[in-house]
């Protein structure tokens, strides 16, 4: 049974910082392109950002360019996602994905699993 299980979230002021990790089980995380999205209170879930298979290339939203950074530890099946200078505007529910197959690494059709999410709340 695969699992994606987040943490690290939490509440911080604006300027702070969090780093938010991954954990997978039941799949070989290596095989997986991973992507962080998130979903605030009364939108739909967005892009946040992805990483390839090996880590070479990652994506993000423009919204959170030069802020976050996206990177995998794949010997421990772990995805992380630091993030520096939040704003209260980074309040959302942030989701770990696993896509086997993807291009665009933007699309959420694309991710095949999905963790149950960590609440991060950035305070004014």
């Known amino acids: 049974q695969v699992q994606l299980v987040e943490s690290g979230g939490g509440l911080v002021q604006a300027g702070g910082s969090l780093r938010l990790s991954c954990a997978a089980s039941g799949l070989t995380l290596r095989s997986y392109a991973m992507g962080w999205f998130r979903q605030a209170p009364g939108k739909e879930r967005d892009f946040v950002a992805a990483?390839?298979?090996?880590?070479?290339?990652?994506y993000y939203a423009d919204s959170v360019k030069g802020r976050f950074t996206i990177s995998r530890e794949n010997a421990k099946n772990s995805v992380y996602l630091q993030m520096n200078s939040l704003k209260p505007e980074d309040t959302a529910v942030y989701y770990c994905a696993a896509a086997y197959t993807t291009r665009t690494y933007r699309n959420q059709k694309d991710y095949d699993y999905w963790g149950q999410g960590t609440q991060v709340t950035v305070s004014s």
């Open positions: 990483i390839s298979l090996s880590g070479g290339s990652t």
